[in-house]
Every structure is written in structure tokens, then in C-alpha cells.
């Protein structure tokens, strides 16, 4: 079972309805920055507008139809949030084993080539 930071995020409040909140998520040990915004006077998640800073939609640029529907469903912003924080830590080991394969046939290829001279 893995074990969880005590906050994977921090939002606040940007008004006194608490429909728009920013801050930060914590994703394998780094801060990304995030604002959700709902329309006024709607409690519905799904209304809701996320936005985020560029790392982290260049790393959820894959799942954003996923990102809807976890939306959709969540009935709360820490519910949301934990759903992003799930999925973006999948998509972050997801790119960490690529980029390490990426590598290890790099450096294959390299030394073969190299060998080879």
C-alpha cells in the first residue's frame, strides 16, 4: 500500500463562496500550480473550469476526457483533487519508465555504435 504525503494539495478560497480556489497539488515531491473555477452560485463540479500551470497540462494533455468525467463525478474540490492527484501521478511514473527506456536503448545503440568504430 502506498503511503501518502499528509496534503497532496493546498487550495484557498478566492472568494467567500469558495466557487474559485487555487493553489498547488503536490505530485511525487513537486508543486504544480491550479485554479478551479465554478460559475456562481452552481455547486455542480462539473461546471467547473481547471486550470493549471504548463508542466502540468503538458503532463495531462492525455487525459483530459479521463479529468471530465472524474470532474463530473466529484461531488467537492478535495474530491476532484484527489482524483487529479491520482491520475497525474500514474502519468508521471507512466513518463519516468519511458523516458528510462528511452535511455537504456540510447545507451545500447551508443555503445554498439561505438563497438563497431
Known amino acids: 500500500v502506498r503511503q501518502r504525503a499528509m496534503?497532496?494539495?493546498?487550495?484557498?478560497?478566492?472568494d467567500a463562496e469558495g466557487?474559485?480556489?487555487s493553489g498547488f497539488v503536490l505530485l511525487l515531491g513537486k508543486e504544480y500550480?491550479?485554479?478551479?473555477a465554478r460559475p456562481p452560485g452552481c455547486s455542480n463540479m462539473a461546471a467547473a473550469r481547471?486550470?493549471?500551470d504548463a508542466e502540468l497540462k503538458l503532463l495531462l494533455q492525455d487525459y483530459g476526457e479521463l479529468l471530465q468525467q472524474r470532474l463530473a463525478q466529484s461531488a467537492t474540490v478535495a474530491d476532484f483533487l484527489r482524483e487529479l492527484t491520482t491520475i497525474a501521478e500514474r502519468a508521471l511514473r507512466t513518463q519516468s519508465q519511458v523516458r528510462k527506456k528511452r535511455r537504456k536503448k540510447s545507451c545500447s545503440f551508443h555503445s554498439l555504435s561505438v563497438s563497431r568504430s
Open 7 to 14: 496534503f497532496d494539495h493546498l487550495v484557498l478560497p478566492e
Open 19 to 21: 466557487n474559485v480556489v
Open 50 to 52: 481547471v486550470t493549471c
Open 33 to 36: 500550480a491550479l485554479r478551479i
